[in-house]
């Protein structure tokens, strides 16, 4: 077998945010010195076995060749990070790198596999229209090419059942969706509070992943907004509460598409929060939209201050863990144990 550089080893674990005991726990290594074994491995003063390097590979989410290598990778290009108000750590931050270079991966298999298949044509809507373009005229373009219809996203009965019809309109424009928001396993979720969506623009196999930890009714919200970025040709790591330009633009699209201005205006704003939680809540259920996303354009449009903003975002998160927290004592269900959903 030939030899493993030890520096590769170290690379692979730091760059999986695992600590020297979480690692030897997770590669299986036994034993009160199962640490030192580890640490001895990384050093180059004792020979990992074959069983060790495979399982290395599957706990670091890299493959086996990768500790191979003559020195540890370069850091490969990551999509533009957008994101200004995230919460995130170095684990988290790991599994979102692993997310999006399996993405990648997947996009190039798809683009090699239409490509000999001569079934392909490059994309007539990824990089067609240029940033400076306002909301309005992007949103227009959209409605143009996709053929969707807000009338028949909120006649379907539930939120998720809504979202899969705006899928399978962007997925007729040769887009592929991707519903993940972990690598494979229920433990290691990425919160939506990490990211919320990625755009990974393409002439052939354009990708959008939409982090199915956040809640149904949001998903559709983000599937425009990634499309946004996917039509001013940008790649992207979308989060909540960006300050980014064209973050607030491409919200501002998926807002024109889903929550039409006199929408909002029908609302019967008070300044009570428990009255504004409930008119808020029944318009989620009305709409098929997250309730985050009706309070974000509220304050986009001035219709309500700033702290209140903050007050009710604060209280619908509230909400959705005390719910994560009920759904998780009862047992999983088909969104937990389904773990990747590919268009």
């Known amino acids: 077998m030939p030899a493993v550089n030890p520096e590769n080893l170290r690379w692979a674990r730091e760059t999986a945010a695992l600590t020297i005991e979480q690692a030897a726990h997770k590669i299986g290594i036994q034993g009160e010195s199962a640490t030192t074994r580890l640490r001895e491995m990384e050093s180059g003063e004792r020979t990992p076995t074959r069983s060790n390097l495979n399982n290395m590979a599957r706990a670091y989410h890299r493959p086996v060749l990768a500790l191979y290598v003559e020195r540890p990778p370069l850091k490969g290009e990551r999509a533009h990070d957008l994101r200004t108000n995230r919460l995130s750590t170095n684990t988290s931050e790991a599994g979102l790198d692993v997310l999006i270079r399996t993405a990648l991966v997947r996009q190039a298999i798809l683009r090699e596999a239409l490509q000999d298949a001569d079934e392909f044509s490059a994309s007539p809507i990824v990089g067609s229209i240029d940033g400076r373009f306002d909301a309005d005229y992007i949103s227009d373009k959209i409605l143009r090419v996709s053929d969707f219809q807000l009338s028949v996203f909120r006649s379907r009965r539930l939120a998720s059942e809504a979202f899969a019809?705006?899928?399978?309109?962007?997925?007729?424009?040769?887009?592929?969706?991707?519903?993940?928001?972990?690598?494979?396993?229920?433990?290691?979720?990425?919160?939506?509070?990490?990211?919320?969506?990625v755009s990974l623009p393409d002439s052939i196999a354009p990708l959008i992943i939409i982090n199915d930890n956040d809640a149904k009714s949001a998903w559709a919200f983000t599937l425009f907004h990634e499309l946004t970025h996917l039509i001013i040709g940008e790649s992207a790591i979308s989060g909540y509460g960006s300050l980014n330009a064209n973050e607030k633009l491409c919200d501002d699209v998926a807002g024109r598409l889903l929550l039409p201005k006199s929408d909002l205006a029908s609302l019967n704003l008070t300044n009570d929060i428990e009255q504004l939680v409930d008119e808020i809540g029944m318009a989620s259920n009305r709409w098929k939209i997250s309730r985050t996303m009706i309070a974000y354009n509220l304050r986009r449009a001035q219709q309500v201050s700033s702290g209140t903003y903050e007050q009710l975002v604060d209280r619908f998160e509230m909400e959705r863990t005390d719910a994560r927290r009920n759904l998780a004592a009862g047992g999983g269900d088909y969104y937990t144990t389904r773990t990747h959903r590919l268009g």
């Open 165 to 197: 019809y705006a899928r399978d309109c962007i997925e007729r424009l040769g887009i592929f969706v991707l519903l993940i928001g972990d690598l494979g396993h229920h433990t290691s979720k990425l919160s939506d509070r990490v990211f919320r969506g």
